[in-house]
């Protein structure tokens, strides 16, 4: 399984696993097209078919640690240098609920600034131009050495010339920072609220990074999976169980 597209730079699956051969097949938009029919599509493998025991498995904290993807990571990879089987990188796909892999693996460096200038024209446009803007509240707890952070989407500017009977924060009122102290339970917080205009390139740049954030099931789960999958496809080579 090899997750690459030399034309677009873009993770994409290919099924170099004979594992991969006993999946069950679905037919797969290509284009991404909204409308099914107008898109051409292939016959590809469908990993998402009912599979208890990954199911079971990711549902127990213990039994998988976070992960963040590296920039030269792939999923066959991972698989390799975790289970010492190239061929469960699909594991690795199915325990993310990644459905489409050559859109929801994170993206290199080259193939994120190649999507940049597809979708915005230039990397310095979208780094100029406004995607949303938030209010952001930190609040430090000075005693205990926490940090919490809160975001809200906001509106640039207010929406209607009509009183509001509700709070309601825009850009173009708010101060770029306000910072307010206050005590509870005897314990200082610091407060900072600010205003701010998130870019396009900010906006796809976070997309980016969480999905940098995986699970990975322990090794210790792998030989369990690989076995309930054989059974489940009853796979054989020459009357023998594989």
């Known amino acids: 399984m090899a997750f690459a597209n030399t034309d677009t730079g873009v993770p994409g699956p290919s099924k170099n696993t004979p594992f991969f051969d006993y999946f069950p097949t679905v037919e797969y938009d290509i284009n991404n097209s909204?409308?099914?029919?107008?898109?051409?599509h292939e016959t590809v493998s469908d990993i998402f078919f009912r599979f208890g025991v990954i199911k079971n498995v990711i549902n127990n904290t213990?039994?998988?640690?976070?992960?963040?993807?590296?920039e030269s990571d792939t999923p066959e990879l991972l698989a390799e240098q975790l289970y010492n089987d190239k061929g469960a990188g699909w594991?690795?796909?199915?325990?993310?609920?990644?459905?489409?892999?050559?859109?929801?693996?994170?993206?290199?460096?080259?193939?994120?600034?190649?999507?940049i200038i597809n979708k915005y024209g230039s990397v310095e446009n979208s780094q100029t131009t406004?995607?949303?803007?938030e209010k952001i509240i930190t609040r430090v707890n000075e005693?205990?050495?926490?940090?919490?952070?809160?975001?809200?989407?906001?509106?640039?500017?207010?929406?209607?010339?009509?009183?509001?009977?509700?709070?309601?924060?825009y850009y173009s009122e708010l101060a770029m920072s306000e910072v307010n102290t206050y005590d509870i339970d005897g314990k200082t917080i610091?407060?900072?609220?600010?205003?701010?205009?998130?870019?396009?390139?900010d906006y796809e740049l976070k997309l980016n990074d969480d999905k940098k954030i995986i699970k990975i099931i322990k090794t210790d789960y792998y030989p369990q999976i690989m076995s309930e999958y054989r059974n489940m496809m009853g796979l054989t080579i020459m009357g023998r169980k594989i």
Not at 62 to 70: E, F, G
Not at 143 to 169: A, K, M, N
């Open 34 to 40: 909204l409308i099914y029919k107008n898109g051409p």
């Open 62 to 70: 213990s039994s998988y640690y976070i992960y963040d993807v590296q």
């Open 91 to 115: 594991i690795i796909i199915y325990a993310n609920q990644i459905f489409d892999p050559q859109f929801d693996w994170p993206l290199t460096y080259d193939a994120f600034k190649k999507m």
């Open 130 to 133: 406004i995607h949303h803007y």
């Open 143 to 169: 005693f205990y050495g926490t940090t919490s952070v809160t975001r809200f989407v906001i509106d640039g500017d207010i929406q209607t010339d009509q009183s509001l009977d509700v709070p309601y924060d």
């Open 190 to 201: 610091v407060e900072t609220i600010e205003a701010v205009a998130i870019s396009n390139y």
